[in-house]
């Protein structure tokens, strides 16, 4: 069967070996550590550095394509590998724009896709450039790191240039961070529109879901988008069908979007099995992940029809507690019909440890369970009623 060497051990190779599994594909997983997630479940683990140029080159031996679930590795050591004959999907002329925003952003602009006003910010100029953005477009602004940021991490929302701002950007530069600044969006709610291709061009499209982000983080995913205009959410597919094209991306594409009274904007992309996809484990006839190794083997990439009127996810974050069996129990007792999904994460307050999935035809009735399993996997009623 073939190999798919996927760089990175978290929940997403995890879950990419569950798909593995059915389609008779050998994930080989490049972890840090035998504790990571995915390193708990694959059969075939290999220890090593991502920053590693020798490492990567020692894992990607006999893998007929190599694929990641994270946009960290060095793009000159994806180049070097491709050198050597490693097919790399996507490749690292495509996954470029997934690791640095401001290029991703000059490339969508100058293509003419919808994105946020934006500038970059020389080092040597960081805070006039700064102030000037800020004139031109109106405060806040939001000052992004270029590389590395998730989550809300590496992400800044500036009210105005006074002395919090100037400190903040002065820090930035002494510690070497490469900026940008984009305009603050009123935006309606956040969409994300989730796309595979594969090497033939063949692409596929889910449906445009909501993607609920509180303290940067997202918390839910409903798909679809509740209220969502046909036309605008054919509009957005297409967009991001129109960007997978144009950057030559192989696996999937997710597109976070801004809902604006005007239409949609480009937020972030992401090339690889994401969040505002895990709903297509039980929502969807291909989950994003049986799609991704669809994609990326050149497979013919499978349906997207969904299998319920609604899918809700919602994340488990980890709370003060760490003893989530019992709680485990109790939501599977409460409603045999919740999927939950862990990732054999060691509990943290706020860290992702898991999700929970909800179905149904009633959304209300979905969202309510699919929030209480989330929250009581999280506290519990007892530590609830501390609050």
């Not at 708990?40 to 394509?65: P, Q, W």
């Not at 097919?87 to 495509?94: I, L």
């Not at 499209?205 to 054919?234: K, M, S, W």
């Not at 009274?261 to 989950?287: F, Q, Y």
């Amino acid at each position: 069967m073939p190999v798919v060497g996927m760089v990175g051990g978290g929940q997403l190779a995890r879950m990419t070996q569950q798909a593995a599994i059915g389609l008779g594909a050998q994930l080989r997983v490049l972890a840090a550590s035998p504790q990571d997630s995915a390193a708990r479940v694959c059969a075939d683990v290999r220890i090593g550095e991502h920053t590693s140029l020798e490492d990567l080159r020692g894992f990607v031996k006999g893998c007929v394509v190599v694929t990641f679930d994270h946009e960290h590795v060095p793009p000159a050591f994806i180049r070097a590998l491709e050198e050597d004959g490693t097919a790399c999907r996507p490749g690292s002329a495509a996954l470029l724009h997934a690791q640095d925003k401001l290029v991703m952003r000059e490339r969508l602009s100058a293509a003419g896709a919808p994105c946020p006003r934006f500038a970059a910010i020389p080092a040597d100029t960081a805070l006039a450039a700064l102030e000037a953005f800020g004139r031109e477009t109106g405060w806040p602004v939001v000052l992004k790191a270029t590389r590395g940021g998730y989550d809300g991490k590496g992400l800044w929302i500036l009210p105005d240039a006074g002395p919090a701002t100037a400190e903040l950007v002065d820090r930035l530069v002494d510690e070497g961070v490469a900026l940008m600044a984009e305009e603050h969006v009123p935006f309606r709610r956040e969409l994300a529109a989730l796309v595979a291709r594969s090497p033939y061009g063949q692409g596929a499209a889910y449906p445009v879901v909501e993607t609920v982000q509180r303290d940067g983080i997202c918390h839910e995913v409903i798909a679809p988008a509740p209220g969502l205009d046909d036309d605008l959410a054919a509009e957005a597919q297409r967009l991001a069908l129109d960007i997978a094209a144009r950057l030559d991306v192989v696996g999937l594409l997710a597109v976070e979007l801004f809902e604006t009274e005007d239409g949609v904007l480009v937020n972030e992309l992401a090339m690889r099995p994401h969040n505002s996809g895990h709903w297509t484990i039980e929502g969807s006839r291909t989950s994003q992940f049986e799609q991704h190794l669809r994609a990326v083997l050149n497979l013919p990439l499978g349906s997207t029809e969904p299998t319920a009127r609604y899918t809700v996810m919602a994340n488990v974050l980890g709370g003060d507690d760490p003893d989530l069996y019992p709680r485990y129990i109790h939501v599977m007792a409460h409603d045999p019909a919740v999927k939950v999904h862990f990732y054999g994460k060691d509990v943290r307050p706020g860290r992702k440890i898991g999700h929970v999935t909800a179905m149904g035809d009633d959304l209300d009735e979905v969202l309510e369970r699919a929030r209480h399993a989330a929250e009581y996997l999280r506290s519990g009623p007892a530590m609830k009623e501390t609050r």
